[in-house]
Nanobody, 116 residues
Framework: QVQVAESGGGLGQSGGSLRLSCAAS????????MGWYRQTPGKEREFVAA????????FYADSVEGRFTIHRDDAKNTVNLQMNSLKPEDTAVYYC?????????WGQGTQVTISS
């Protein structure tokens, strides 16, 4: 079964940038559409961005449209999320998984904390 591992989170400042990466092990992302999600304490996990299996089509939540860019590299078996113009409200644990249906076990996620 394919497992995912997220990395690249950390501390950042408002207006700054971070790049998250999601790597697959035990298999490939194959023809799955892949997405990034995020969760803050006390709230449900929410959709952030997704990319089609070809990489040609992307989808974004309104809150990140124009600031975040999702990209998949099937040669490296990764799905990346470039986050620019970060805001304190982007603070969350970020996860990757299939989209829109969750088909893989959730990874540990990567914490992103943005200060104002």
């Amino acid at each position: 079964q394919v497992q995912v591992a997220e990395s690249g989170g950390g501390l950042g400042q408002s207006g700054g940038s971070l790049r998250l990466s999601c790597a697959a092990s035990g298999g490939t992302f194959g023809h799955f559409r892949m997405g990034w999600y995020r969760q803050t304490p006390g709230k449900e996990r929410e959709f952030v961005a997704a990319v089609s299996w070809t990489g040609e089509t992307t989808f974004y939540a309104d809150s990140v449209e124009g600031r975040f860019t999702i990209h998949r590299d099937d040669a490296k078996n990764t799905v990346n999320l470039q986050m620019n113009s970060l805001k304190p409200e982007d603070t969350a644990v970020y996860y990757c998984n299939t989209y829109p249906t969750i088909l893989m076990d959730w990874g540990q996620g990567t914490q992103v904390t943005i200060s104002s």
